[in-house]
């Protein structure tokens, strides 16, 4: 079964930078996309940045330029390189995975537990 861990929250100040990790538990599959998204307390959840098995990126307007988003295929790792991070950057980062499982053929999205991020002086 596939599990997606994510890794590297935290507190830090704002202009500081986080880097979040994602690694998925098996081997036996293609990724076709991995990202990350994330949810403030009231608000919906939202796209971060993704990215897919040719390396196209994909990031919301408000953390352009300032995130970056990476895959380590070999590690099977997406990780997500976040700078000059703001307090409305402050949320529950979830890794998100598009995943095709060769064995079963089956492909679904899989979804991390979150890491909390937080943005506070």
């Known amino acids: 079964q596939v599990q997606l861990v994510e890794s590297g929250g935290g507190l830090v100040q704002p202009g500081g930078s986080l880097r979040l990790s994602c690694a998925a538990s098996e081997s036996i599959f293609i990724i076709y996309a991995m990202g990350w998204y994330r949810q403030a307390p009231g608000k919906q959840r939202e796209l971060v940045a993704t990215?897919?098995?040719?390396?196209?990126?994909n990031y919301a307007d408000s953390v352009k330029g300032r995130f970056t988003i990476s895959r380590d295929n070999a590690k099977n790792t997406v990780y997500l390189q976040m700078n000059s991070l703001k307090p409305e950057d402050t949320a529950v980062y979830y890794c998100?995975?598009?995943?095709?499982?060769?064995?079963?053929?089956?492909?679904?999205?899989?979804w991390g537990q979150g890491t909390q991020v937080t943005v506070s002086s």
């Open positions: 990215i897919d098995s040719g390396g196209i990126t």
């Open positions: 998100n995975a598009d995943i095709f499982i060769i064995l079963t053929g089956s492909r679904r999205d899989y």
